[in-house]
């Protein structure tokens, strides 16, 4: 008997969810989460779900768990002191960056670059080069750096990054320099671009690294520690983390290659939904997670996320695979404004954040955010309490709205309405990203609504994109847990290879790909994956000869090596035709090669809720609400989420109340609830 | 005869009433659509100038041919002014001549299409995009030759031309135009790349107007001009003053060894309006640093540069455009007569950019930034590599961002909008060079409270023999400071051959054959400085020299005597201020670095070049400007 365990640590509540891996039962708890060390929320939870289900912790055999300490390090300027080592000529390889500066023409006049990651006072210079064709064109001398690197010590640094000149081609110079730095630096982590992330482009490799470096030292003192009240409680306990781009890593490898794991939070959001939705029996869909300051998005298609080969915290782009989640900043607590100048209605990117917070919760704010739009709307109910004890104040959410309505013109409710559509609006143009604007009809999808706000703004995200149904799974909070507790074991190798396909062959192309497998596989061994569970799948970054895209193809090796390059190229064509409208008849080239190694999918059965009638329960109504939805006064229903049952049919105007979440079902469309409690909402007709 | 459109059914739009809801929401889609077609071109395009370094402008307007979203401003009136044919559904244009749309583009690299798009057999708005093509033939590899007196020196000039019609490409026609290019796929890559872009704009457009109705994308689209009007009518008011301002600047020299050219500008409001005068401009050189201004053009960079000084939330279109008249005298460096040469017209290109600050930031010093990287240089290598195979890169280099009242210039940044460094790996692993330093110049943004950005220094090994081509400026002339702020250090390009020699080259050059081995280094200038050096904080000097950015001997620039550890010495620091200050006085609101008579003096010695000699202009351009001068003043 061995069990598993999910655990997302959000803002208020930390969610859990118990696996039984024989029989696929499911646990869950939720506790209060504790900000100052949030382990300690994650243990009173294992106590809690361990009693639900009536076993012992020291059954526990597996903790997944994602993470969003990483990103916060990033966002809150709280990193390591990072040492870097460049080839000479290169020291401010991260001040000059891609020269780019934003904001469009005349933009540079209130453009100000933040310092670099790695401080230019602690970037030191190797004299060292390595060819583009990974020919040595000078060895490293080793005197100099070491004189350097006694500078660095002096700098107190934290943590190194060596990150040389077409590294990417060979790793010999760095391996130098880390054999140099390790002698001198003593104690102190080193990350090696080539090691982190093995690819063309200086700039986009160093920073990479240094971004490892950065979040390293917090990252790993969070693991470990987690780790080791674990074990205290459950000896053969192995923990681990959601990496961005939705697979699961050892603590170990975590630990070392923490910049994978900057959207690891959001990774375990859309896995839960995936996982969620297929249940329902939904393989294409838009994800919709609407919090406090932000909102993310993502596509799935055949219950697959898509995958992005960068990521971006705050101003930090990195390369590192994470799930195409795209973030607009526009959430429950975004202020609206109106310009003087323009008399136009503009909502966020300015946030009231959980303190002050929205002024309906009466904690002292004054904005008027989108919650406050939305309680004013009557959405947000009176009714509704937030975690339980905090009320909803609708005067005070009137009060902030009125000098956006009197700027406008406007009533206070349309004032209010307004705030909603260009949110919405906002929000919308984040789903095209992902939809529209990667050649995918958002027709062919369902849309899932979670997140603190999702389920308020779902309905109305659906009528903009016609995608049905609208799903809104019970509990956003455990939903995240799912994603961590179904997620697979996952390790990818990979490397560039700049070949144009008539400059290379079949067999030194496979035989890479081999190479690559073996390496992914050998990770996973050492997470205890047994052979007959492992799948290892293939990928290659391919492009036109000349083009900056890239476009990454899955295929099948066997294929390949019986049928030829054409196995990549022909999807390739038919990819870009589909995105860009067009083909060329130009050279292919493969840029990057890469293997994935998985582990076993997850024995899960989802919770069922007990089937009622189309009708209701009768207790289930709780009141009813006055709304403004489409210029007019209606009067809502309240459900009690708990009460309803499978078959159920809410007809709209409704609003179904959790606890953590309140769901708004809109006039002319309906919400049916399924067997596992999902309301998939649609048009009435 | 003027453009004539044919509508298959043609019906009068209704303006109607629109709540200030949908009008955002269309703005916003319409944003979207614009940098939705940026993806689509930067994702397919092939030239490592449109690709890495994005030298593109996208643009949707309405459909009288306003611009509603886009960068430079709307070329669509001067168009049907000038193109003598009809506008018809399934029509794309193509041209590369700027004598043929009003200077909508500046150069024939740059290859500018054109959409009209319809709806139900009616004009609803157009589409439009330009891209800077590497090649596209004539008498130098990259199609910008220093030395040409005329445009038929610049490769191939295309007329306004329907490249689809009935949405069927000519393809003859395309074929031609290859032919003429060293490079053809990259241009025809390009060019499928632009087409792609452009028919994901009209897709949005149509979308969009299916989605709220005809007429309420008709009035929205009039109603975003209508509001950035009355904005921008505000920003007017207030902040231009009724009095002549008066500014100037030079382009150094025109690469036949005379210069400098100056460029001169005056403005005043006058009620609502603001008006621009370059009335004592130079006559038009007989090279190729003539710039072809379209008047729009300059509207919108004035415009934009006005909203991003003092409020950048204003979206910008070309509703103001009614409020601004832009009067350039014909035969001067900026309205050149047809066929002057035009392929070395970025300097005074960018060069307009730090006469608007000069002359807008004089009425308002508070909102004055420093001059800066107000060029785009490019650098040229190509030729035959030890396979036989051709090599050919264009590339534009970047420089110091002028310190300004909001803060520092960036070191080694871009002035233009979305543009990027090419990765030097990415160099390296295409091209036969080594780039070997890639840093920015200590001490080159000029001190101030802000400071400037530092120029850039990139090292070229070249590893192929082949030929190289130089465009670049503010060698002779400074980038200067304002408000006490000191000039940024000027450019230079220094040869180091491989048999030892140094060579010193010239801002403008062609054809300069290299040998493997030999090592360019390619230095652009800094940016000025912003407000007085003696106020910076001095633990930031100390921050910046402790970077690398700033030298010891440069923080005494500032007045800051550092100790060996990099920390500040503060007892030294404020006797050198004090001294310093004392010795200054008031500080003036320019400093351009000496006026043009000394820097020519100082000339040889300082940057090892002569000085070049005034300029010969051609004498019916003289008299043509005094005729033209006369008949203004008889008109007062």
């Known amino acids: 008997m061995s069990y598993r365990l999910g655990v997302d640590v959000g803002g208020t509540f930390t969610d859990l969810l118990l696996v039984d891996e024989s029989s696929g039962d499911v646990f869950t708890a939720k506790v209060p989460s504790t900000p100052d060390d949030s382990s300690i929320g994650v243990l009173n939870g294992i106590e809690r779900v361990c009693a639900n289900a009536g076993i012992d912790p020291g059954k526990i055999t597996h903790v997944m768990h994602g993470t969003t300490v990483a990103t916060n390090t990033i966002l809150t300027g709280t990193g390591a002191k990072v040492g870097l080592v460049t080839t000479k000529g290169y020291q401010q390889v991260l001040q000059i960056a891609r020269s780019f500066v934003p904001g469009g023409l005349g933009g540079w006049v209130i453009y100000n670059k933040s310092d670099p990651l790695a401080p230019l006072a602690c970037t030191v210079e190797a004299d060292e080069r390595m060819g583009a064709d990974g020919r040595v064109v000078r060895k490293l001398k080793v005197g100099e750096l070491r004189q350097a690197l006694r500078q660095l010590k002096g700098e107190n640094v934290e943590a190194l990054t060596v990150s040389l000149i077409n590294s990417y081609a060979n790793a010999a110079n760095e391996k130098a320099v880390a054999k140099v730095a390790r002698q001198e630096l003593k104690g102190i982590p080193v990350s090696l671009s080539s090691d982190v992330v093995p690819e063309m482009q200086e700039y986009e490799r160093t920073i990479t690294t240094v971004a490892n470096s950065y979040v390293r030292p917090k990252v790993s003192t969070y693991i470990r520690s987690l780790q080791r009240k674990l074990k205290r409680r459950m000896q053969s306990v192995q923990l681990h983390i959601l990496r961005s781009d939705g697979g699961m890593a050892s603590a170990r490898v975590a630990e070392a290659y923490p910049v994978n794991l900057l959207m690891s939070g959001p990774a375990g959001g859309v896995s839960g939904a995936v996982w969620i939705a297929q249940q329902a029996g939904f393989n294409n869909l838009l994800t919709f997670d609407m919090g406090g300051t932000s909102t993310d998005v993502a596509l799935v298609q055949n219950g697959k996320a898509q995958l992005r080969r960068e990521t971006t915290v705050g101003d930090v782009t990195v390369r590192a695979s994470s799930v195409d989640v795209r973030t607009v900043g526009a959430g429950g607590g975004s202020i609206a404004h109106v310009p003087e100048l323009t008399g136009a209605l503009r909502v966020g990117p300015d946030s009231a954040g959980a303190e002050p917070g929205p002024a309906a919760y009466d904690k002292g704010g004054e904005a008027p955010t989108v919650t406050d739009a939305n309680v004013v709307l009557g959405f947000l109910p009176t009714e509704v309490r937030l975690g339980g004890d905090m009320r909803i104040n609708r005067e005070r959410a009137a009060q902030a709205i009125k000098p956006i309505a009197d700027a406008l013109g406007l009533s206070v409710k349309r004032a209010a309405a307004g705030i909603v559509d260009i949110v919405n609006e906002n929000m919308y143009g984040a789903l095209r990203l992902v939809s529209v604007e990667q050649g995918y009809d958002p027709r062919d999808f369902a849309l899932i609504g979670f997140g603190g706000a999702g389920p308020l703004h779902a309905n109305a995200l659906g009528k903009l994109m016609s995608s049905w149904p609208v799903i809104i799974p019970p509990g956003p909070g455990v939903l995240c847990a799912y994603g961590d507790a179904t997620t697979r074991v996952r390790d990818e190798a990979s490397r560039t290879f700049i070949r144009r396909f008539q400059d290379t062959s079949v067999d030194q192309v496979a035989r890479i790909f081999e190479q690559l497998a073996a390496k992914a596989e050998r990770t996973l061994e050492r997470e205890g994956v047994k052979q007959r569970e492992r799948s290892i799948s293939y990928q290659a970054d391919i492009r036109y000869h000349g083009q900056g895209l890239l476009l990454t193809v899955d295929f099948d090796l066997r294929k390949l090596k019986s049928k030829g390059l054409d196995v990549i190229g022909a999807p390739f064509d038919e990819m870009h035709r589909q995105l860009f409208t067009f083909a060329l008849d130009s050279d292919k080239e493969l840029v990057n090669l890469r293997a994935v190694a998985q582990g076993k999918p997850a024995n899960i059965a989802a919770t069922q809720v007990a089937r009622g009638g189309k009708q209701a329960l009768k207790s289930a109504v709780i009141g009813t609400s006055n709304i403004f939805v489409d210029g007019k006064d209606r009067t809502a229903q309240l459900y009690d989420r708990s009460k309803l049952r499978s078959r159920n049919v809410i007809v709209g105007p409704a609003i179904v109340l959790e606890m953590d979440s309140t769901t708004v079902i809109l006039p002319d469309h309906i919400g049916t609830v399924d067997d596992y409690g999902n309301i998939l909402i649609t048009p009435a007709d | ?636």
């Open chain 2, 1 to 636: 005869m003027p453009a004539k459109i044919v509508e298959s059914k043609p019906r009068p739009f209704k303006r109607v009433n629109l709540d200030p809801i949908t009008l955002d929401i269309i703005e916003n889609a319409m944003l979207n659509a614009r940098y939705e077609m940026d993806a689509v071109l930067f994702r397919t395009a092939m030239s490592p100038g449109i690709r890495e370094q994005h030298d593109e402008f996208p643009m949707i307007a309405n459909l009288e041919g306003k611009m509603v979203v886009g960068q430079f401003g709307s070329f669509i009136h001067g168009f049907k002014e000038a193109y003598d044919g009809t506008i018809e559904e399934g029509d794309m244009f193509l041209t590369t001549d700027p004598y043929s749309c009003n200077g909508a583009i500046s150069h024939i690299n740059d290859w500018l299409l054109l959409r009209p798009i319809f709806k139900g057999g009616r004009l609803i708005a157009y589409a439009a995009m330009f891209g800077h093509m590497t090649d596209v033939g004539g008498k130098v590899p990259g199609s910008l030759p220093t030395d040409a007196r005329e445009i038929f020196e610049e490769g191939i000039r295309i007329p306004p031309t329907k490249i689809y019609k009935n949405d069927v490409l000519q393809e003859d026609m395309l074929d031609l135009i290859l032919h003429n290019c060293r490079l053809p796929h990259w241009n025809r890559s390009d060019f499928n790349a632009l087409v792609a872009a452009i028919r994901t704009a009209e897709k949005r457009v149509i979308e969009l107007s299916e989605r709220f109705g005809d007429d309420v994308f008709y009035s929205a689209l009039d109603e975003l001009l209508e509001r950035n009007k009355r904005a921008m009518g505000k920003l007017i008011k207030n902040t231009v003053p009724t009095t002549k301002q008066y500014f100037e600047d030079y382009v150094c020299d025109d690469g036949l060894g005379m210069g400098p050219y100056k460029i001169k500008c005056a403005m005043w409001r006058k009620g609502d309006k603001v008006i621009f005068d370059f009335d004592g401009t130079d006559p038009q050189s007989i090279g190729s640093i003539n710039f072809y201004l379209n008047e729009e053009m300059f509207k919108m960079f004035c415009g934009v540069y006005m909203i991003m000084v003092f409020d950048p939330q204003i979206l910008f279109n070309d509703g103001f455009y009614d409020l601004m008249e832009v009067r350039i005298p014909y035969g001067t460096l900026l309205k050149p007569r047809e066929p002057a040469a035009l392929s070395c017209r970025t300097h005074a290109l960018g060069r307009i950019f730090d006469v608007l600050g000069g002359l807008l930031g004089q009425g308002n010093p508070d909102f004055l930034c420093a001059a800066g990287f107000s060029d785009s240089p490019h650098f040229m290598y190509s030729g035959y590599d030890k396979n036989g195979e051709w090599y050919q890169l264009y590339s534009i280099g970047f420089g110091g961002i002028p310190g300004k009242p909001f803060g520092d210039g960036p070191d080694g940044h871009s002035l233009w909008p979305s543009f990027t460094n090419v990765p030097n790996e990415f160099l390296e692993s295409y091209f036969p060079l080594r780039i070997e330093v890639y840093e920015t110049i200590a001490d080159s943004g000029g001190p101030g409270l802000h400071r400037g950005g530092n120029g850039l220094r990139m090292g070229y090994r070249f590893l192929e023999p082949g030929e190289i081509s130089i465009h670049d400026d503010r060698w002779l002339t400074y980038p200067w400071g304002v408000n006490g702020g000191l000039p940024g250090r000027r450019s230079e390009k220094i040869l180091h051959r491989a048999d030892g020699s140094i060579e010193n080259l010239p801002s403008k050059c062609d054809r300069i054959v290299v040998e493997a081995g030999d090592l360019l280094y390619f230095n652009t200038w800094g940016g000025g400085g912003c407000g007085d050096p003696l106020q910076r904080a001095p633990e930031r000097v100390a921050f910046d020299a402790k970077a690398g950015l700033v030298t010891r001997a440069g923080a005494r620039r500032y007045g800051v005597v550092l100790r060996e550890d990099f920390s500040v010495n503060e007892r030294s620091t404020r006797a050198l201020r004090k001294k310093m200050a004392d010795e200054r006085g008031q500080a003036p609101i320019f400093n351009f670095g000496g006026d043009i008579d000394t820097l020519k003096a100082r000339c040889e010695a300082e940057t090892g070049h002569p000085p070049p000699s005034p300029p010969r202009f051609q004498s019916w351009a003289v008299a043509e400007l005094e005729k033209q001068r006369k008949q203004a003043s008889s008109r007062k």
